[in-house]
């Protein structure tokens, strides 16, 4: 049967105008979805000023789901006492972190050196150990490092808590500084919130935003669980769980993106001595023949790089391997009151180790309960004049 011509260009025209309509309402059904799922997600997360880490303006769900994937099994394969969790705001971080490849290797060579020092303190007090990739994300292991509202140090305590937690600020330290003792300062207030929330990812939260805002969150919500309580936690906390569960993801699997730690110029063991005289890291450097530098990054504390030490309080002074031919010097230097002078210059501390900072995070937070003075350990060598 032979089809007019006419009609066969009508149906050939509604065909086309079938396939038209139809591919403009899947366009305009995908560009609503998506930027749905953009301004949804990303006014959640807007504003997010969270520590040293990366900065996510929001939070797309992109091509990923977000269960039984390959970032969910590692992460639950590394999960110890503090739960791993994971969901779309910490595969934002874990993306974001991973594209600050160059400042990974840095973080990561310091880890070697600082890592150690956190797990002692942790295991000390009694805090999961994991816990100590918190101080990337406070810092990025810099003990330099300084807020905008002056929160000092690699777990960045504000001068009214460090003093609560009895850490010493004056003309000559600031043991805010000090990764020993802000470490330790840094245990008892995670120690105290866990005792006060029962949950590490709350007791988390806390150490960023206090715990009385974590616990008004806890009463809005009705429920003791940080992913519930989220979206009643200042902005900045929202962030900050998930940046933390990102960089013990990264810090675990940074071999699986070929990132190789950077090599610092620095032995990750040291000796401590406590001096019970005024001394100076320059006159140590000398003896031991050493960087000053070097003193400088294992000794950080020291504003004016200067231990004002007294029998009373004696000083810690971390430092690097040397030869058993040097510490005749260094007798000599430490027990010689003439090697320092506190009317002297004020030498700026060598930072070329470093790279640019970008600025760290605006924080106030209250701390609750007061930690016991550390007191130096059994086997620090005193070093004194018979």
């Keep these: 049967m032979r089809i007019p011509t006419a009609v066969m260009m009508r149906l050939l025209i509604g065909i086309l105008a079938f396939s038209l309509v139809q591919t403009a309402n899947a366009g305009v059904l995908a560009k609503d979805q998506c930027c749905s799922a953009l301004v949804t997600i990303g006014m959640a997360t807007a504003n997010n000023n969270s520590a040293a880490g990366p900065v996510i303006s929001h939070v797309g769900k992109s091509h990923r789901a977000f269960t039984g994937n390959i970032f969910e099994r590692r992460l639950d394969s590394i999960k110890k006492d503090v739960p791993m969790d994971y969901n779309e705001y910490v595969q934002s971080y874990i993306d974001a972190y991973l594209?600050?490849?160059d400042e990974l290797s840095r973080v990561i060579g310091l880890a070697k050196y600082y890592f150690p020092i956190?797990?002692?303190?942790?295991?000390?007090e009694g805090i999961p150990e994991e816990i100590k990739y918190l101080?990337?994300?406070?810092?990025?292991?810099?003990?330099?490092a300084v807020s905008r509202v002056g929160a000092t140090g690699p777990w960045q305590f504000m001068t009214n808590t460090a003093q609560l937690y009895g850490l010493v600020m004056n003309d000559y330290v600031d043991e805010r500084?000090?990764?020993?003792?802000?470490?330790?300062?840094?245990?008892?207030?995670?120690?105290?919130?866990y005792e006060q929330f029962g949950d590490w990812l709350l007791a988390i939260a806390a150490y960023n935003c206090g715990t009385d805002n974590v616990m008004h969150a806890i009463e809005k919500a009705?429920?003791?669980?940080?992913?519930?309580i989220r979206e009643y936690l200042p902005v900045e906390t929202r962030g900050y769980v998930p940046q933390y569960i990102a960089v013990a993801y990264i810090m675990n699997y940074y071999r699986k993106y070929n990132i190789q730690p950077q090599h610092f110029n620095f032995s990750a063991h040291a000796d401590?001595?406590?001096?019970?005289?005024?001394v100076s890291l320059a006159s140590v450097s000398k003896a031991l023949g050493v960087d000053l530098s070097q003193l400088t990054l294992l000794n950080p504390s020291y504003k004016k790089m200067v231990l004002n030490g007294t029998p009373q309080s004696p000083q810690r002074l971390i430092l690097p391997p040397?030869?058993?031919?040097?510490?005749?010097a260094l007798y000599d230097v430490l027990n010689n009151t003439a090697s320092a002078s506190l009317n002297g210059a004020n030498p700026t501390p060598d930072q070329s180790w470093m790279d640019e900072r970008q600025p760290i995070h605006m924080r106030t937070r209250k701390f609750d309960k007061l930690a016991s003075e550390k007191k130096p350990a059994d086997?620090?060598?005193?070093i004194t004049k018979s």
Excluded: H
């Design 272 to 278: 401590t001595v406590m001096v019970d005289k005024c």
């Design 379 to 382: 086997n620090d060598v005193r």
């Design 99 to 101: 594209g600050q490849r």
């Design 118 to 124: 956190y797990e002692k303190a942790f295991r000390d």
């Design 322 to 328: 040397a030869s058993w031919d040097k510490y005749g």
């Design 222 to 228: 009705g429920v003791a669980d940080f992913w519930a």
């Design 177 to 193: 500084r000090d990764p020993i003792r802000s470490s330790y300062a840094a245990a008892a207030y995670l120690k105290g919130a």
């Design 135 to 144: 101080s990337i994300v406070e810092s990025r292991l810099d003990p330099y």
